[in-house]
């Protein structure tokens, strides 16, 4: 980092902050001038690309997750769905790949919600697969 005084690309680091998550600050000394700076450094988060059931490409909302989400649990007031949109979001960024499909949303979303309420999970199911029938139910049921 080039000292924004004498322009050395010497210094060194004095402190370090993290800001939230995912940004940390640091307070730079100039090993030639002395002078101090600060500069902060951010994690690059990476857009994900979601192809719909219509061949349809889409940048990854989490907004829209969150509200499918609160969809599915709505007789589950005690579950946090911005925490479960998190998680979701979280292991979708962990299959590392910038283009994701909804049958891979539909996945992660629905495996989570199996860990806290089945009924939950067949809702969001229900409603995002072309699942119609109650054999279609009954295979979800056996996966
Ligand atoms: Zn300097």
Do not use: W
């Amino acid at each position: 980092m080039k000292c924004v005084f004498c322009g050395s690309n010497d210094s060194k680091v004095v402190d370090s902050r993290y800001l939230k998550d995912t940004a940390i600050r640091r307070r730079r000394e100039c090993v030639k001038c002395g002078k101090r700076f600060t500069t902060y450094e951010t994690v690059e988060t990476n857009p994900m690309v979601v192809t719909n059931v219509y061949n349809e490409r889409e940048p990854f909302k989490i907004e829209k997750l969150t509200e499918s989400l609160r969809y599915a649990t709505y007789c589950r007031d005690d579950i946090d769905v911005n925490d479960l949109a998190d998680r979701v979001e979280k292991l979708l960024l962990g299959l590392n790949s910038q283009d994701i499909s909804t049958h891979d949303i539909v996945k992660v979303a629905v495996d989570c919600l199996m860990e806290l309420d089945t009924i939950s999970a067949l809702v969001y199911y229900t409603q995002h697969t072309d699942c119609n029938s109650f054999d279609d139910v009954r295979k979800f049921i056996n996966q």
